[in-house]
């Protein structure tokens, strides 16, 4: 298996901008976990789905962030409008059981002008 | 304060040496806990997991949990070059599906 992908890799974009990180999940896995990981404020989680549902997005900042999972397969990350204070390493993961064995994608780094 | 804390480092030392890393929780409620190794620009791959007191072995790698004091440590031994990486130690709520993680240490083994 290739394991988790994430794309883009990296992002530079301006503030206000719409940014849209993408994830694929490990084949099976029925958990999507969405992280941003800073300097200062370490690995957040986000979201997380469950079957394809969020389950818990109170980790999301605030209505700028959304998140979606329209199948098994794929999930979204969107920030609309983009501001510097997002900028940020985000990770994807996914898991068979749930987060003790979630295995983490490479990242989106994401730099906001 | 953080739930997890965590000293960020940067941590150096010679290959052989043996490597502490520590952390600090606040809440007890939860006494799962896991330890994360990260490389430069990877993601969080879980190295061990412990659960309430006590020590965990798996190879070079030990964990360990104080409860009295709610203190959680990493040690390696015999340390490697390939150990050199960012460790990130955290909490987990198993009912909520949340884990609560330190910054991290980095750490480099020099050879």
Redesign the interface.
């Known amino acids: 298996d290739a394991g988790?992908i994430q794309s883009p890799r990296h992002e530079v974009t301006e503030m206000g901008q719409e940014v849209t990180l993408r994830c694929k999940p490990i084949s099976g896995h029925d958990?999507l976990?969405w992280y941003r990981q800073t300097?200062?404020?370490?690995?957040?989680?986000l979201i997380?789905f469950?079957n394809n549902v969020p389950?818990?997005d109170s980790g999301m900042p605030e209505d700028r962030f959304s998140a979606k999972m329209p199948n098994a397969s794929f999930s979204t990350l969107k920030i609309q409008p983009s501001e510097p204070r997002d900028s940020a390493v985000y990770?994807c993961?996914s898991s068979w059981t749930?987060?003790?064995?979630?295995?983490?994608?490479?990242?989106t780094r994401l730099l906001v002008l | 304060q953080k739930e997890v804390e965590?000293d960020p480092g940067p941590l150096s030392v010679p290959e052989g040496a043996i490597v502490s890393l520590n952390c600090t929780y606040s809440n007890s409620a939860f006494q799962?806990f896991?330890w994360y190794r990260q490389y430069s620009?990877?993601?969080?791959?879980?190295l061990m997991?412990t659960y309430s007191s006590g020590n965990k072995e798996d190879g070079r790698f030990t964990a360990q949990v104080d409860k009295s004091s709610k203190y959680i440590s990493l040690f390696i031994r015999d340390s490697q070059p390939s150990d050199s990486a960012t460790y990130?130690c955290a909490q987990?709520d198993?009912g909520?599906?949340?884990?609560t993680?330190?910054?991290?240490t980095r750490l480099t083994i020099i050879p």
């Open positions: 988790v958990y976990f300097m200062m404020r370490g690995l957040e989680l997380y469950n389950i818990d990770f993961a749930g987060v003790e064995t979630q295995y983490f994608g490479p990242g | 965590q799962y896991m620009r990877k993601g969080p791959e879980l997991y990130l987990l198993f909520n599906e949340k884990l993680f330190g910054t991290g």
